[in-house]
């Protein structure tokens, strides 16, 4: 896996994962809802998550297949 794929990864996964928290929490709070920079907070953090785990498991799936040469 590339550095590029890492990020791009982490994109989908961070709008898809937005998409189905928000689309829930609209559902609840349909009186207040979160406010634009809250939402964009919010998958700023989850964006960053997903680069850390997915560099992670990149640096141990490269780590493995040098030992398994």
Do not use: C, D, W
Not at 35 to 56: D, E, G, K, P
Request: charged content about 15%; hydrophobic content about 55%; overall charge positive.
């Amino acid at each position: 896996m590339k550095k590029n794929h890492v990020f791009i990864y982490a994109f989908a996964l961070t709008l898809f994962t937005a998409g189905i928290i928000f689309s829930t929490m609209a559902t609840y709070t349909e009186i207040s809802p979160l406010s634009l920079t809250m939402i964009a907070i919010f998958m700023v953090i989850i964006f960053i998550s997903y680069v850390f785990a997915l560099l992670a498991y990149r640096k141990r799936t490269l780590k493995n297949q040098e030992e398994n040469r």
